[in-house]
């Protein structure tokens, strides 16, 4: 079974119904225990890095996320599970993250003529391909809403890249460990790909 992590703070209905489209069940929950007894783990997320992370601390989630992460479960962050993995969120002030990995999150600062948020469809550049990916092509579009990324302090993570007004991390990907910027549940075949390929994982 596929659960989502529910703090209150995602599209979470849409995630579930994407992973239902692929023929697949997710399960909606914010109990730590099916937290910790999953078997696939999606955190989904829009909204703020430091509010969500305050989210999750209040109701006890972040231990079973981290123990999940750390003992193998493939784990899938979207847009903000992101950014939440990273150390340090520069949106609003400082938050500190999950920490789960080494890096931070801040602000586009783009040349004249781009817009914050980053918002639409871009085209993803393949660093590593992640084998949820099987299958997807080279400069797929995927659709993105954020004003803020993720800047990994071991690029070796960076699986994607997108292109606005400059490179950015549009996804990394370490052993188990899956995160997208943009979201897969809104980005029509390409995106629900990524996600039967998630849950068809070993």
């Given at each position: 079974?596929?659960?989502?992590?529910?703090?209150?703070?995602?599209?979470?209905?849409?995630?579930?119904?994407?992973?239902?489209?692929?023929?697949?069940?997710?399960?909606?929950?914010?109990?730590?225990?099916?937290?910790?007894?999953?078997?696939?783990?999606?955190?989904?997320?829009?909204?703020?890095?430091?509010?969500?992370?305050?989210?999750l601390r209040r109701r006890d989630l972040v231990s079973p996320i981290?123990d999940q992460i750390e003992s193998g479960t493939p784990f899938l962050?979207?847009?903000?599970?992101?950014?939440?993995?990273?150390?340090v969120s520069y949106e609003g002030g400082e938050h500190e993250g999950?920490?789960?990995?080494?890096?931070?999150?801040?602000?586009?600062?783009?040349?004249?003529?781009?817009?914050?948020?980053?918002?639409?469809?871009?085209?993803?550049?393949?660093?590593?391909?992640?084998?949820?990916?099987?299958?997807?092509?080279?400069?797929?579009?995927?659709?993105?809403?954020?004003?803020?990324?993720?800047?990994?302090?071991?690029?070796?993570?960076?699986?994607?890249?997108?292109?606005?007004?400059?490179?950015?991390?549009?996804?990394?990907?370490?052993?188990?460990?899956?995160?997208?910027?943009?979201?897969?549940?809104?980005?029509?075949?390409?995106?629900?790909?990524?996600?039967?390929?998630?849950?068809?994982?070993?």
């Open positions: 079974m596929i659960t989502i992590v529910d703090y209150q703070m995602g599209n979470l209905r849409s995630v579930q119904k994407a992973f239902e489209r692929t023929g697949h069940e997710a399960h909606i929950t914010s109990a730590p225990k099916e937290i910790a007894a999953a078997t696939k783990l999606v955190l989904p997320g829009v909204g703020a890095c430091g509010d969500a992370v305050d989210e981290k962050g979207i847009c903000l599970g992101l950014q939440m993995l990273f150390d999950l920490g789960i990995l080494p890096g931070e999150v801040v602000k586009f600062d783009l040349p004249h003529g781009y817009k914050v948020p980053h918002m639409g469809w871009n085209q993803a550049k393949f660093l590593h391909k992640p084998p949820i990916f099987d299958g997807i092509d080279e400069g797929t579009y995927f659709y993105f809403v954020h004003s803020y990324y993720v800047v990994p302090q071991d690029k070796d993570v960076v699986a994607i890249e997108a292109d606005y007004g400059g490179p950015f991390c549009a996804a990394v990907w370490k052993d188990n460990l899956y995160a997208t910027q943009f979201h897969p549940e809104k980005s029509q075949d390409a995106g629900l790909a990524v996600l039967k390929n998630f849950a068809e994982l070993a």
